[in-house]
């Protein structure tokens, strides 16, 4: 793909602690000029960039961010109240503590709760993949494939590492049910983005790729 058709694909993001309504408002304006496929922004700015965007481009927002042991009922809330302000899409990360310790019914019933509470909206399942086994990736691809959400994300970006290739592949290898593939966190050029994007992703999580277009005079 070239890099527009690549920008077609990216949740242009800014999730840092430090983001300021100014910098939402140029993530919102660099959305709109290369036609990416959402901006990713904390929940307290989706009401912000929904305004900006107009339906434009779509609102995505995250759910237990970065560690994901908030309550089903907490991260629920959470959700309703970020389709309420605008979210088009939300994405949302796992119990990983209950998943490494085998409780898999538990992260089956947190990721339905945000899935009810979507009201149809995208739903993307942030299962960290740095922090986890392959077997566990495996079971998470099964899991998410039977819970309903839309999409199985490898990374919030706030952790040991982002996206790699070989977690990509084993998503394609064993996801279900038209379950799509996220590729988020560290992806900082066109080949990589390519690369992630021919092993399976349908999304990419970055701010990077719209950088190097305005870098290219785009």
């Not at 840092?16 to 919102?28: F, G, H, R, V």
């Not at 990360?93 to 019914?105: F, K, T, W």
């Not at 990736?137 to 959400?149: N, T």
């Not at 080949?191 to 992630?196: G, Y």
């Amino acid at each position: 793909m070239n890099i527009n058709e690549i920008l077609t694909k990216c949740d242009h993001t800014l999730l840092l602690q430090t983001a300021t309504t100014s910098e939402i408002n140029a993530l919102c304006a660099d959305a709109l000029r290369y036609k990416t496929a959402s901006v990713c922004v904390p929940p307290c700015y989706v009401r912000q960039a929904a305004e900006i965007l107009k339906g434009e481009v779509k609102v995505c927002t995250v759910i237990g961010f970065p560690n994901g042991n908030t309550t089903s009922n907490c991260k629920a809330f959470e959700t309703r109240e970020a389709v309420e302000n605008g979210a088009d899409e939300i994405d949302m990360v796992i119990n990983i503590g209950a998943l490494r310790e085998g409780n898999y019914d538990y992260v089956r019933d947190d990721i339905i709760a945000v899935r009810n509470a979507c009201k149809g909206k995208i739903l993307k399942v942030i299962i960290e993949t740095c922090l986890l086994t392959d077997d566990e990736k495996r079971i998470m691809c099964k899991i998410v494939s039977q819970s309903g959400a839309d999409y199985i994300k490898t990374s919030t970006g706030f952790s040991k590492s982002g996206a790699t290739f070989d977690d990509v592949k084993l998503f394609a290898e064993n996801v279900e049910n038209g379950l799509k593939i996220k590729a988020a966190g560290g992806i900082s050029s066109v080949d990589d983005a390519n690369e992630f994007l021919s092993l399976g992703a349908d999304r990419l999580g970055t701010s990077r790729i719209v950088k190097i277009a305005k870098e290219m005079g785009i």
